[in-house]
């Protein structure tokens, strides 16, 4: 061999010793579907009570198909029909970009469907106000057996619910139930006045997210959680919540809303509250906010019942009171065929007048023996909640319940039905229980 080859020979080979081996390396496109499939996250797959999100895109611009091994139970959208029994179903994530794809299986466990259990009481959910350090937080209350106008404070009358997120305060909090009947979602303004008294800042640079808590039996609840639902834009979200829209297969969220220029950031404009919307199934992916009333002035505290194939809307009219507008402070009702409806028709207003001295947190119920709906209406600065009744939501009119017992210092919350087991449940675990003036 040439010897100025031989020479170069060591040369050469730390040359090639640091030569990336670029061909063994993973295309762009294959390394990005392998990640985006790693990335995939399902929740409570162990415990399907309702339908999934089971996401269409996903990182590095991703698309993503889903294969069911049960198409019947779990649908490649998501939708979830339980059966008598329970199933497991085998999921599979299509993960693609151009040619590039990957494959990933997950396995969920599909409950069987409950038997439906008639009603036999109320759970009352609620905050007392910002006048004590404990006020904003969630209390619970219950009834004495199936009367909605005599309550039992649970708990010892301390909170049930505190935060340790966010602004460490709760108001508005509201309880639905899943359209199966053993899934229970609650939420809350992520909001806290006590100690600073800063209604404008908490409209400017408030919260953009709400609480959420979880629970199959009302008295085990998941650890909180704070979820975004509000653009850039928004200065405060306030009293969240939720009504479960058959069509969609999915919960709207509806809550209230400054909204302020893209180019403010600071929000130092001028604003006022609309209601927003937005559409989730598991209380953690939601769609883009929308506009759902904007009359333009304030309006908040939105609240829906369906009476029928009729959606009837209660909302504060948020402005001051002139002798332009009489029924400022007090509730407007409006009605709809449908949820997501923008104009919706009107019924009534001044609801509560001559009655409250102003109105706001209104909450709605059927009774759960009769035919006849109840309004709650927080006069806020005085009473609280004060019950008023109706054998006709179309009618517009409403009547303050003659003989009543709330908890003490009840502010904006929510009436739930429950079952007799679940009422049981409540008052063994939350416990003793006392009546307001006992």
Same mark, same amino acid.
């Given at each position: 061999?040439?010897?100025?080859?031989?020479?170069? $020979?060591?040369?050469?080979?730390?040359?090639?010793?640091? *030569?990336?081996?670029?061909?063994?390396?993973?295309?762009?496109?294959?390394?990005?579907? @392998?990640?985006?499939?790693?990335?995939? /996250?399902?929740?409570?797959?162990?415990?399907?009570?309702?339908?999934? /999100?089971?996401?269409?895109?996903?990182?590095?611009?991703?698309?993503?198909?889903?294969?069911?091994?049960?198409?019947?139970?779990? $649908?490649?959208?998501?939708?979830?029909?339980?059966?008598?029994?329970?199933?497991?179903?085998?999921?599979?994530?299509?993960?693609?970009?151009?040619?590039?794809?990957?494959?990933? *299986?997950?396995?969920?466990?599909?409950?069987?469907?409950?038997?439906?259990?008639?009603?036999?009481?109320?759970?009352?959910?609620?905050?007392?106000?910002?006048?004590?350090?404990?006020?904003?937080?969630?209390?619970?209350?219950?009834?004495?057996?199936?009367?909605?106008?005599?309550?039992?404070?649970?708990?010892?009358?301390?909170?049930?619910?505190?935060?340790?997120?966010?602004?460490?305060?709760?108001?508005?909090?509201?309880?639905?139930?899943?359209?199966?009947?053993? @899934?229970?979602?609650?939420?809350? $303004?992520?909001?806290?006045?006590?100690?600073?008294?800063?209604?404008?800042?908490?409209?400017? /640079?408030?919260?953009?997210?709400?609480?959420?808590?979880?629970? *199959?039996?009302?008295? /085990?609840?998941?650890?909180?959680?704070?979820?975004?639902?509000?653009?850039? *834009?928004?200065?405060?979200?306030?009293?969240?919540?939720?009504?479960?829209?058959?069509a969609l297969g999915a919960y709207v969220v509806f809550w209230a809303s400054k909204l302020y220029a893209a180019d403010d950031p600071r929000h130092t404009g001028d604003s006022y509250n609309r209601m927003m919307y937005a559409t989730t199934r598991d209380f953690r992916t939601f769609s883009e906010a929308r506009v759902w009333k904007d009359p333009g002035y304030s309006v908040i505290d939105s609240t829906v019942i369906r009476d029928g194939d009729t959606y009837y809307r209660f909302t504060k009219d948020?402005?001051?009171?002139?002798?332009?507008?009489?029924?400022s402070k007090f509730i407007i009702a409006e009605r709809s065929g449908t949820l997501l409806d923008t104009d919706w028709d009107f019924v009534a207003e001044c609801i509560g007048s001559g009655a409250l001295a102003r109105g706001e947190g209104p909450l709605v119920f059927k009774s759960n023996s009769e035919e006849k709906w109840y309004l709650f209406i927080d006069e806020f600065g005085g009473r609280g909640y004060v019950p008023f009744e109706t054998t006709d939501l179309s009618s517009g009119g409403w009547t303050v319940s003659a003989d009543y017992a709330l908890p003490s210092r009840p502010r904006h919350g929510t009436v739930l039905p429950v079952t007799a087991a679940e009422h049981a449940a409540l008052l063994a675990r939350y416990g003793p229980a006392y009546s307001p003036g006992s």
């Open positions: 061999m040439d010897r100025r080859l031989l020479a170069l $020979t060591p040369l050469l080979s730390l040359l090639l010793a640091a *030569t990336p081996a670029t061909a063994a390396e993973p295309p762009p496109d294959r390394a990005a579907v @392998k990640a985006a499939a790693a990335a995939i /996250t399902l929740h409570d797959l162990g415990d399907v009570r309702g339908n999934l /999100t089971l996401p269409a895109a996903g990182l590095h611009g991703t698309a993503i198909r889903w294969r069911s091994s049960a198409p019947r139970i779990i $649908t490649p959208t998501g939708e979830v029909h339980r059966g008598r029994h329970a199933a497991r179903v085998v999921l599979t994530a299509t993960v693609t970009l151009g040619e590039a794809r990957a494959h990933r *299986t997950f396995t969920a466990t599909v409950r069987a469907r409950p038997r439906p259990e008639p009603m036999a009481g109320y759970l009352f959910s609620y905050f007392t106000g910002e006048g004590t350090a404990d006020g904003e937080q969630v209390y619970f209350a219950l009834s004495q057996g199936n009367d909605p106008l005599h309550w039992q404070e649970l708990n010892g009358g301390a909170p049930v619910l505190t935060s340790t997120l966010g602004e460490q305060g709760l108001r508005d909090p509201f309880i639905i139930r899943s359209p199966e009947g053993d @899934k229970f979602y609650q939420i809350a $303004t992520d909001l806290r006045i006590y100690g600073n008294g800063d209604w404008d800042a908490a409209q400017r /640079t408030g919260s953009r997210s709400i609480m959420v808590w979880e629970s *199959t039996d009302l008295v /085990t609840w998941t650890d909180q959680r704070l979820v975004q639902v509000s653009p850039e *834009t928004a200065g405060n979200t306030w009293a969240p919540e939720a009504y479960y829209d058959e948020e402005r001051n009171p002139s002798s332009s507008t009489p029924c």
